[in-house]
Structure formats: C-alpha cells, structure tokens
C-alpha cells in the first residue's frame, strides 16, 4: 500500500455533481489535478505567480479505480506521491479520501511527462526538481 506524504483538502462543489447526486466520474482528474498542483507548489517547483504554461508537465496517462461515491459537502482531501521518476516522466499514485474517516473513495495512477511548451517537446525531468521530489519521497536513486 502507498504511503503518501503529502494531502490537499478539496471543496466537494454543487457543480461537480451529476445528476446521480455524487461527484461526476471525470471531476475526479481534476481533483488529482488540483493535488498535484499544490504538491508542486508546496515543493517549490511551482509557485501561483506562474503561467500555466510555464509549469513543464504534460498528462501522458491516467488510471482511475472508483471505490466509493462523493458527494456534495463531503469533507475529502487527495493524497500526492511521486512513485517513480523517469528521465522525462513521472508516475504519480494518488487517492481520494474522506477527510473525516480516512476511508479511499478512489484511487489511481497518472504518468505526467516533463515538457517545454514553447518549444513543443519533452525534456529531461529538471534536476532541481528530481532532487526535492526524490528528498520529500524518500526516492533511491537506481
């Protein structure tokens, strides 16, 4: 079972129900979205100052495994970890949990790939950026 370092609480919003009354299926790859992004932030490899553009990463892969459903006013928090990093990719495990109980509502994996988007190409995953993740992770190098 993962370990994951690092949560980010997430506002359950009106809209992003379907009309099932839970959290539409596709909403959940924003909520990893939305903990990736302060994970990076928290890292320092981003700040909020920054264009969207200038964040290098591009989602090359997703998996979603749906546990449980979520819904409006629920209290969840998604969890963060950098599981492996390659030259010009990473794979990234992430959940979706209740806040209040702990329990996983979803789960799943995403492969982000290092990118230079003015330029319109991968690049090499930043050094500064592979040291903080690989310290905050507890990574080996290998």
Same mark, same amino acid.
């Given at each position: 079972?993962?370990?994951?370092?690092? &949560?980010?609480?997430?506002?359950?919003?009106? +809209? %992003?129900? @379907?009309?099932? +009354?839970?959290?539409?299926?596709? *909403?959940?790859?924003?909520?990893?979205?939305?903990?990736?992004?302060?994970?990076?932030?928290?890292?320092?490899?981003?700040?909020? @100052?920054?264009?969207?553009?200038?964040?290098?990463?591009?989602?090359? %892969?997703?998996?979603?495994? &749906?546990?449980?459903?979520?819904?409006?006013?629920? *209290?969840?928090?998604?969890?963060?970890?950098?599981?492996?990093?390659?030259?010009?990719?990473?794979?990234?495990?992430?959940?979706?949990? @209740?806040?209040?109980?702990?329990?996983?509502?979803?789960?799943?994996?995403?492969?982000?790939?290092? &990118? @230079?988007?003015?330029?319109?190409?991968?690049?090499?995953?930043?050094?500064?950026?592979?040291?903080?993740?690989?310290?905050?992770?507890?990574? *080996?190098?290998?």
């Amino acid at each position: 079972m993962t370990h994951f370092n690092f &949560y980010h609480p997430i506002e359950v919003r009106y +809209g %992003d129900l @379907d009309p099932q +009354g839970h959290v539409n299926n596709a *909403k959940h790859l924003t909520y990893f979205e939305q903990g990736r992004i302060a994970y990076m932030i928290a890292l320092g490899l981003f700040t909020k @100052d920054q264009s969207f553009m200038e964040i290098g990463v591009i989602l090359a %892969d997703a998996h979603i495994a &749906y546990h449980e459903p979520i819904h409006f006013g629920q *209290k969840v928090k998604v969890g963060v970890h950098v599981a492996k990093l390659g030259n010009k990719s990473m794979t990234w495990e992430q959940n979706i949990v @209740d806040a209040e109980t702990g329990k996983v509502l979803a789960k799943g994996e995403v492969v982000m790939v290092t &990118y @230079d988007y003015r330029a319109g190409k991968t690049i090499p995953i930043p050094p500064e950026w592979r040291k903080k993740i690989m310290e905050f992770e507890g990574l *080996k190098v290998g």
